[in-house]
């Protein structure tokens, strides 16, 4: 089958190869034949090392396919079933599954970093994430399938595999946005615009947007955004709406330490601040300690939107239903596997678009 392959990490192209196989399901796992996958900057990560990624791999994370194969002790799925797939999949059985977090198991991750599932050239070669959805298929544990119905248009639920997911839920699950609150989001690419998703959903009075790019500032409006300037511009904004005293919510979603030091102190005293964009592991932020004391605010890392794929991905389903979460604006951009280089190249440019979607044959 055909993938694209990442051969280092630090390599700025993908190599694509037709003679990539995946290993066979085990007891507990499924092949998933991918039908859609989300070009995220979490896989530029992957690329250039800012997020851990084994190499040579298959890149990709954010995908939805059907079911082909299901190992002799999975119960829960069948061939034919459409599945949203999750690089976080909860094994149900260990202590931050048993405490409602299961967004931070690691059961089934740590099993990825030493059991590869694809053959390329016939050498064992991993899938970032546990997951390697820049490929036609791929094997992954049953836990990491999430049912749909079946009417679910594929590219639609792969949005929700990882963007919408982490930007919405860190609004409703992490923040948890009081209605009539004010809201700074730092960062409206596609994870941003999921965050100003969420705010609205919340009923947050107020929504700023603020990013680099002028032409993000109209598209974040339409997704819910009231208000919209460059980093530039936030200082003066946050004068007229709030008298200077800052935002009760102000969310980075680039993980830059200039960045999250900025939604600090657009934050007022007592206010919440949240970090959703996934950071280096050297890049280090730096607060005193008498302001940590005395601002009593709270800062609160959030990992993929402190999200319960099970309860969540049908909600977020449910919510695109009735017409009150867009995603079908957030895709900018159709592309196949054959173009994802020219798609992350247009990504790492900084550009506009908000999600290019790789459509499967």
Known sequence: MKAAVLNQVGDDKLEFRDDVTTTAPGPGEVRVKIKACGVCHSDLSAMDGTLPALAPGVVGHEGAGEVLEVGSAVTTLAPGDHV????????????????????????????????????????????????????????????GAIKIDKDVPFEIAALVACGVLTGVGAVLNTAKVEPGSTVAVIGCGGVGVSVIQGARLAAAARIVAVDPIVEKHEVAKKFGATHACTPEGIAELNNQLNGGLGFDYAFDVVGHPSTIRSAWDLTRRGGHVVVVGAGRGDAMV?????????????????FYGTSNVRRDVPRLLSLWR???????????????????????????SGGSLIRQVIIFD
């Open 84 to 143: 949203v797939i999750t690089f976080v999949p909860p094994c149900g059985n260990c202590t931050n599954c048993a405490n409602g977090q299961t967004h931070l198991c690691i059961v089934h991750t740590m099993a990825s970093f030493v059991s590869p599932r694809f053959l390329v050239g016939g050498a064992p070669a991993f899938g970032y994430a546990g997951l390697g959805a820049f490929a036609e298929e791929l094997v992954i544990p049953a836990d």
């Open 322 to 348: 009735e017409g009150r979460l867009d995603l079908e604006s957030m895709i900018s951009k159709r592309i196949r596997l054959d173009d994802v280089n020219e798609g992350l190249q247009a990504l790492r």
């Open 286 to 302: 730096q607060f005193s300690a008498q302001e940590l004391f005395l601002h009593d605010k709270t800062l609160h890392g959030s």
